[in-house]
């Protein structure tokens, strides 16, 4: 048996990072996810906001790295082509009481470091947001608040972590530990896995895994959030995100622009106690109309696209928990709850500091491979159906297979060829956006399907 250095479990958001990061040294690093993919856990399924951290607690860990996690990300994003929309955000107040909450929200994203938000009245809140519903009694301008394409930069950290050589062991599920005197073995689904270190990232499951350390430290409640998405024509409504005056209950809903051009409001905040709970309810639907009724009435009358729900990690403290057992060769990270997108590489930075003082050599390796150049699925750049060139050199760019997403064959191909390629349809979804659309796969799925079965795609199942 292989004994890596490190090993880190989970192939969310964050473990990715970290196993990118860890990959960059000399070190052998293996990434453990109990799922067929990487990124099919809570990070598949959030707003996709790129924070500022603008109304983080300040002095907290969580508000420090998601200011600099908010800037790695962008320039990371710029280099490898994960889809950005740096659209701005609107935080609006309904109430005097809200209205009366936006300076202190001014103050506080200052003293995060974040010094561009102005207080704005009502005429410039119509101004930016002409369908918001009426009432509206002043806001707070978030010029930097951006959306980004989640599921891209998923991919993107896990991909450059397998071109590192991390061994990616996606259906090991770790269900138990053994601590030897220099390594320990992780029992899993798919057998045992050995490494020096071990760095958990399990989302979800980090409580449990941090008890099978030993620790009793911290449970985690799946809180989770509904979303609505609503249909592409809508797009126009949202020119940029319209956030509420957080309370003490969370962010609350906003209606947001998605990456892939359409109208998304939501999420709920639900504690729950089923970790696997990700179906949307009436309740939570019925909520959220609600709020569609007061913010932007008009959105009442406009498709629903989908309706999708993520469940974040909660945990009864409010900040992230970072820990290094050097004793143990153990860290833990977890309680990364509603910014972990956003703070990931800023927490893998993190975790490199703090793995600097133990035994790991982390001097970075002299042959690194070039970072990869993910396909688009924004709406932001040129997609490949738009590429006449493009086109021209590869007909199968220009060969739609999804219909409502303009997905052509040439996509789905390379992605079925990729450094990680989808073990299933949903994976495919992610790295092509095929059947997110308006049918949700009604038209296309038969060819999809017949295109992952058999690794390529005919020509006869798609439409030129
Ligand atoms: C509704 C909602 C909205 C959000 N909006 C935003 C936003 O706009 N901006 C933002 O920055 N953040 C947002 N977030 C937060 C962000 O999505 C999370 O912080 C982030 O996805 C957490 O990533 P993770 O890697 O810790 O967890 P996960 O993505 O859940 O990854 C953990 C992985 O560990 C695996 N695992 C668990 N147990 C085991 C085990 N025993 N063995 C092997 N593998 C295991 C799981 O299968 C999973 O893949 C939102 C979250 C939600 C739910």
């Known amino acids: 048996m292989t004994t890596y250095d490190v090993a880190v479990v989970g192939g969310g958001l964050v473990g990715a990072a970290i196993a990118r990061d860890l990959a960059g040294t000399n070190l052998s690093v293996a990434l453990v996810e109990a799922r067929n993919d990487v990124g099919d856990g809570t990070s598949k399924a959030n707003t996709a906001i790129l924070h500022t951290g603008f109304d983080a607690k300040p002095g907290t860990l969580e508000s420090r790295l998601v200011a600099r996690g908010y800037y790695l990300l962008g320039e990371y994003a710029d280099l ?51 369908r918001l519903g009426t009432g509206a009694l002043g806001g707070l301008t978030v010029p930097d608040e951006s959306i980004i394409c989640t599921w891209t930069t998923n991919l993107a950290f896990a991909t450059e972590a397998k071109l590192r050589s991390t061994a990616i062991l996606t259906n090991h599920q770790v269900t138990g530990v053994r601590q030897e005197v220099d390594h320990t ?44 998405v609503f249909d592409k024509l809508t797009r126009p409504m949202a020119p940029v995100i319209v956030l509420p005056v957080p309370s003490s209950l969370g962010k609350g809903v906003l209606v947001s622009p ?37 913010l932007m009435p008009d959105l009442m009358s406009e498709e629903v696209t989908a ?20 004793e143990r060769r153990y860290v833990l990270v977890g309680g990364i709850r509603s910014t972990g997108l956003t703070a990931s590489m800023a927490i893998a930075e993190h975790v490199m500091t703090l793995l ?41 760019y220009g060969r739609i297979t ?23 349809l ?16 009604f038209y296309c799925g038969a060819a999809v399907a017949t295109a992952l079965e058999d690794g390529v795609v005919s020509e006869e199942v798609t439409h030129g």
């Open 426 to 441: 949903d994976g495919l979804r992610r790295r092509t956006r095929a059947m997110n659309g308006r049918c949700q796969g």
């Open 356 to 396: 600097a003082d133990t035994d790991l050599d982390l001097a970075p390796r002299a042959d690194l491979p070039a970072p990869p150049r993910m396909p688009n699925i924004g709406e932001v750049g040129i997609r490949p159906y738009q590429d006449t060139d493009r086109i021209a050199a590869d007909p199968a």
């Open 185 to 228: 073995v992780l029992t899993t689904s798919r057998g045992d896995v050995a490494a020096r270190w071990v760095v958990n990232a399990a989302g979800l499951g980090a409580d449990i895994l941090d008890q099978r350390f030993g620790f009793s430290r911290f449970t985690v409640t799946p809180r989770r959030g509904e979303l609505l």
């Open 258 to 294: 998605t990456i892939y051009g359409n109208v998304m409001v939501g999420p709920t905040a639900e504690d729950l106690a089923d970790r696997g709970a990700t179906g949307t309810s009436v309740k939570g639907f019925e909520f959220l109309f609600g709020k569609v009724e007061k």
């Open 402 to 424: 999804c219909f409502c997403e303009r997905v052509s064959a040439g996509e789905i191909r390379d992605a079925l060829a990729s450094t990680l390629p989808p073990a299933d």
């Open 80 to 130: 490898v082509g994960i889809p950005v929309e740096r659209t701005g955000a609107l935080l609006v107040a309904w109430t005097r009481e809200e209205l009366d909450a936006l300076p202190g929200l001014k103050a506080k994203a200052e003293e995060n470091g974040y010094k561009d938000c102005e207080l704005v009245g009502p005429d410039h809140v119509y101004e930016t947001a002409p």
């Open 307 to 326: 309706a999708y729900s993520g469940l974040r990690a909660a945990t009864d403290s409010s900040d992230y928990l970072v820990d290094v057992d050097a």
